[in-house]
């Protein structure tokens, strides 16, 4: 028995999901997404919308391989990796399946693929180690904590969040240290 859809009752259950598009000519994976729904059956019944995530040459190296296999008579294989996931939880296995399988039709990388991507013990050591932070005198320091709000925004963008300080501490300030786990993971000068 062939599934082209999910039954509508599903959809709930499901929430998010991580995909796998197998070539059953090989047993090799050639896409690896994230979707809701059907999602999945949509590149196989043709029904791709372009998304901003995927661009023509993206969609048409996957479009390739699924003619060819149904040239050959076959179907490509579904293979849900994981489901029931938020979407955020869906970037991140889809990120990491990605970056498990070479040779994909994906044209980019899972999303935060470049900072939290493959890496050597080595280079995450020299990423995440920290040296000790010396300050020429007659700098005046506000350190702000963005423990909670860094995972949501960049460095950049929570040290600029509002915060509760005193107005007049802060303007005395001529840099602002982003701290992190009580590491100092950015360096700022105030212009207001």
């Known amino acids: 028995m062939q ?22 000519r090989n047993g090799l994976t050639f896409y690896v997404g994230k979707g809701r729904e059907n999602r999945v059956f949509d590149h196989v019944m043709d029904r791709v919308n372009f998304s901003k995530d995927e661009d023509e040459d993206d ?43 070479a040779g994909l039709t994906n044209i980019m990388g899972g999303h935060g693929s470049d900072e939290f991507g493959p890496a050597s013990v080595e280079q995450l050591v020299e990423r995440y180690s920290a040296a000790e932070m010396i300050l020429p005198a007659g700098y005046r320091l506000m350190a702000i904590s963005i423990n909670k709000s860094h995972t949501d925004l960049t460095i950049e963008d929570a040290v600029a969040c509002a915060w509760k300080v005193s107005l007049s501490r802060a303007q005395r300030a001529t840099h602002v240290l982003a701290m992190i786990g009580g590491v100092c993971r950015g360096v700022f000068i105030p212009e207001q």
């Open 59 to 101: 969609v048409s190296a996957k479009m390739r391989v699924i003619r060819d296999i149904k040239a050959g008579g076959l179907e490509p294989l579904y293979v849900i990796h994981r489901h029931g996931l938020s979407e955020r939880e869906a970037y991140l296995v889809e990120a990491a399946v990605i970056d498990a399988h």
């Open 3 to 24: 599934v082209l859809e999910f039954p509508r009752e599903m959809h709930e259950s499901l929430k998010y999901y991580v995909y796998r598009l197998i070539d059953p």
